[in-house]
């Protein structure tokens, strides 16, 4: 084992701020980027169902 | 029996596909993830001249591979948008180059991050970092003027354009460190000769390696499909999936 303690692991050998510095921005980079295109493929369901309401609309009118 | 080449260029036969892959890609990338981690973390020893600092390079170096790697592929579809005119094509293109975009930046930002510590500077103009920032200029500079273009088929072309001509810094990033005289170390693994690191550190940065491409093609993949419904809204076939939940 490397590591004595979780003091000893989060210190990283006096480089705890390069090394947490480095994954913990990386790893919100890379939550932002799924949490951006969760919201990207949300808003394109939406513009899809609007589109589906109007259409069926747009045939009901032209039907009746 | 005549096999058609452009079946899967075509987003209609695309779309269904790529949503049947992105779970299987996602799962991968989250069990290398975790593995990458582990060995990183737990199993690769500390390094004599570095201390800890170099457990940054187990996402710094895939983080810069792919940096380069997403940029050659993401040239490569443009290219084939203009050559064969598929709209898929270009839009995988658009698909690719935020995540690349991502990667050149975090190769940047980690590297800043380790060269403190190890430099005394957190940024030089060397040859090495000075060509991988050209190269996320590229990336913001092609969905700049993709973005600048109203019409979409406009859009692909001219960026596509652009995305061919920053091709040329990709051997320049590559290969920077050969031809000058670089602050920035030289390739850690090569083809031509032994790894200069330990059998755990190489094995956690390779698994690392293949988590970011795992995460880079199950992402493009779920982009490239929000792009092909913003971009054939009107199209008939997009209008039968509405009736059937996406």
Redesign the interface.
Known sequence: ???KSLDD?IA????GF??W???L??AA??MA??LL?RT??RA??K???M??IL?EQVKHEATS | MKLNWFKYASPVTFYPVAGKLIPWFALAAAILTVAGLYLS??VA??DFQQ???Y??IF??VP?AWMSMFIYIVMACWAAAGLIFNTRLSSMMASALA??GA?FT??AL??GA??G??TWGAWWVWDARLTSELILLFLYMGFLALHAAIDDPRRADRASAVLALVGVVNVPIIYFSVKWWNTLHQGASVSMTMAPKMATTMLLGMLIMALACWM?SIA?AL??V??II??RE?QAEW??K???EP?
């Open positions: 084992m490397i590591w692991f990283m050998g006096g480089y390069y090394v510095g480095s994954y921005v990386t980079l890379i980027e799924i295109l990207r493929r394109v369901e513009a899809r169902q589109q589906a259409s | 973390f737990f020893p500390t201390g800890e600092s457990r940054i996402i710094h983080a935020p995540t991502l930046f975090i930002w980690t991050l380790w403190k510590p995460y992402v779920a982009r499909r929000c419904l913003e809204q997009i209008a999936l509405n009736k996406a």
